[in-house]
């Protein structure tokens, strides 16, 4: 059974404070009233769609950096996701709102099911291999066509190693350690 992490592209964080986990962020305007593309974190793109509500990142170096919840119409154009927030009527609007982070409650995420694993879950996760060697911990993840993989950091660098059955022999239950089938040795 193939391995599986539900976020691609980037991993979703999870500010403990709140329990938001950042899920995807506003791109350029679209058209002239008020509509920006969406590029989804989650897996396939389109789940963004189910998760209510929304949450934008305020502004960094503004007086409220943090989540606040706020209404938006988002729907499937042209093969990718669009959304308009509420207050957002024009283009000059929806450029204010480039580059920021879109997030949603913990809580209303699924449950991943046996083998699967958000990203966010395996960051800081402590790597072993199968003779018992600490490899370091999952600094974080990112997506290849063919696979994700982890990014693995210790005193002396980084290891990249493939997020496939092949290489990740067990991951334990609530993601506290990951076996690896690699030698040491392997950079």
């Known amino acids: 059974m193939p ?51 929304w949450q934008l990142r305020g502004e960094t170096g503004t007086n409220d950096p943090g989540w606040m919840p706020i209404d938006v119409e988002a729907q499937w154009h ?19 709102l480039r580059g920021r982070d879109i997030g949603v409650s913990a ?20 790597v072993v291999n199968k003779a018992g060697v600490h490899l370091g911990e999952v600094q974080r993840l990112f997506a290849t066509p063919a696979h994700d993989v982890l990014v693995v950091v210790d005193d002396i660098g980084e290891r990249l190693i493939p997020f496939v059955s092949e290489w990740v022999v067990a991951v334990s239950h609530g993601c506290q350690r990951i076996i690896v089938d690699w030698q040491a040795e392997w950079r």
């Not at 950042?22 to 590029?39: K, M, S, T």
């Not at 042209?78 to 204010?96: H, K, Q, S």
């Open 3 to 53: 391995l599986q992490t539900s976020s691609p592209g980037k991993p979703a964080t999870t500010d403990e404070a709140d329990g938001v986990v950042q899920v995807g962020v506003v791109g350029a305007p679209f058209g002239v009233n008020g509509w920006a593309h969406i590029r989804s974190y989650t897996d396939p793109p389109g789940n963004l769609l189910g998760y209510a509500p």
């Open 107 to 126: 809580s209303v995420l699924p449950v991943p099911e046996l083998g699967e694993y958000y990203w966010r879950d395996l960051i800081g996760t402590a």
């Open 78 to 96: 042209g093969g990718g996701l669009v959304a308009r927030f509420a207050g957002v009527r024009n283009r000059d609007a929806a450029v204010e």
